[in-house]
């Protein structure tokens, strides 16, 4: 079987989402004293945005996304509060889609996978949240979701490669030049 080159290889998107009950809901304050304003003086509303909204605005760029980069594959990790999770795909379909990484996600599922998972993962949250919790242990998990999603990605170029490492050729990490270092070589 011949080897793929680099422009036959399926590229993965990977959106980190920040959808925390109590950022939104600050948010949501703001929104309203604003609004309540603008509408005494005649004018519409100018944000800031809504949860509602953000996840309207992330499933209109997801499916044009996949309309236009037919072959890329996508996936969403989320965090609420302190928790973290991939909210698409959902985790069945995610097991399916790393045992075979030619396998297409159904992308008319966006929508609905998108909501589920956001929901489920705002419930979590609101059930672990507690009124003294700390802005570091809402940073840590967001470092945590890019976290997730650098394993994601790694995961997927293994099964994209038949099992084997990404990072198995040693000489990508190599000084490419004298302006950039061997990671950056290598995610080129």
Not at 156 to 168: I, K, P, R, W
Not at 181 to 188: C, D, L, Q, W
């Amino acid at each position: 079987m011949p080897s793929k080159s680099s422009s036959d290889e399926r590229p993965l998107t990977v959106l980190v989402l920040d959808v925390s009950p109590v950022a939104w809901g600050e948010r949501d304050v703001q929104r309203t004293a604003s609004d309540k304003a603008r509408l005494a003086a005649g004018k519409r509303s100018l944000g800031p945005a809504t949860l509602d909204e953000l996840l309207s605005a992330v499933q209109a760029f997801c499916s044009a996304f996949c309309s236009l980069e037919r072959d890329s594959a996508l996936a969403i990790v989320a965090v609420a509060g302190t928790q973290v999770a991939i909210v698409y795909p959902r985790q069945d379909q995610l097991e399916t889609f790393f045992a075979n990484p030619e396998t297409k996600l159904d992308t008319r599922s966006i929508p609905t996978d998108l909501m589920e998972g956001v929901e489920a993962l705002v419930t979590l949250a609101a059930k672990d949240a507690s009124p003294s919790a700390p802005l570091v242990s809402s940073l840590a998990a967001m470092a945590s979701a890019f976290s997730m999603a650098l394993c994601l990605i790694n995961r997927f170029l293994v099964a994209a490669n038949a099992g084997v490492s990404a990072l198995h050729d040693s000489h990508v990490w190599n000084r490419g030049n004298a302006d950039d270092e061997g990671v950056i070589t290598a995610m080129s």
